[in-house]
Nanobody, 126 residues
Framework: QVQLVESGGGLVQAGGSLRVSCTAS????????MAWFRQAPGKEREFVAA????????AYGDSVKGRFTISKDNANNRMYLQMNTLKPEDTALYYC???????????????????WGQGTQVTVYT
């Protein structure tokens, strides 16, 4: 099994920055792709960003391109999401996800991921 724990969420003013982290434990050797999803109240879970295990391939949702950056620290089994120029519409519960499937490009559908964290809340205020 793989366990994922998110951290770093909080309250931030619009236009500001925040970095959330995801720490993986357990059978981390099974992980190939890691990703961030988010879900706001009353809305469906939305793809934010994904990264291959080696970090060489990344993908972003259209709403965050150019503002968010995903990265990994394999030595410490951690993944990060640097969020800049935050907007109130970025307010959501941010989830870390991981999957062992080896794919040519990172998966963007939540149903493709086997492992999930509990989420960390990000709230952007004006």
């Amino acid at each position: 099994q793989v366990q994922l724990v998110e951290s770093g969420g909080g309250l931030v003013q619009a236009g500001g920055s925040l970095r959330v982290s995801c720490t993986a434990s357990g059978r981390t050797f099974r992980i190939y792709t890691m990703a961030w999803f988010r879900q706001a109240p009353g809305k469906e879970r939305e793809f934010v960003a994904a990264i291959s295990w080696g970090g060489g391939v990344t993908a972003y949702g259209d709403s965050v391109k150019g503002r968010f950056t995903i990265s990994k620290d394999n030595a410490n089994n951690r993944m990060y999401l640097q969020m800049n120029t935050l907007k109130p519409e970025d307010t959501a519960l941010y989830y870390c996800a991981a999957d062992p499937a080896v794919t040519r490009s990172p998966m963007k559908a939540s149903g493709d991921y086997d492992y999930w964290g509990q989420g960390t809340q990000v709230t952007v205020y004006t």
